[in-house]
């Protein structure tokens, strides 16, 4: 399934609203100048909406499916429409806003 390239630039939440950051883009291949993010390299989640119930709240997340046919450095880029987990609730991460001109099979 074909979807945009996510950067280290994009804009990606846990469920509840955290703002998640790649801990290792791969800085050799870049997307609108900023370097693109591989499935190897987990996401750290800050400030989940979480925090108030009994549950633990979203602390990490990993991309589980991405691209198939375009890898950087041998790993599967991470592409709009793929599929996360949060560590802690089993929920997913998603994409809120990304690149619009590279997009990747």
């Known amino acids: 399934m074909p979807g945009f390239v996510v950067h280290a630039g994009a804009t990606v939440q846990c469920m509840h609203a955290g703002q998640a950051q790649p801990t290792a883009p791969f800085p050799r291949v870049l997307v609108s100048g900023m370097p693109v993010a591989t499935l190897t ?15 633990p709240p979203c602390a990490a997340g990993q991309w589980v499916m991405g691209s198939t046919r375009v890898l950087a450095g041998g790993a599967p880029l991470v592409i709009l429409g793929g599929m996360a987990v949060c560590v802690a609730t089993g929920t997913g991460l998603v994409v809120v806003a990304s690149q619009t001109r590279v997009v990747a099979t």
């Open 41 to 55: 390299a987990p996401y750290v989640v800050a400030g989940c909406a979480l925090t108030g119930t009994g549950a």
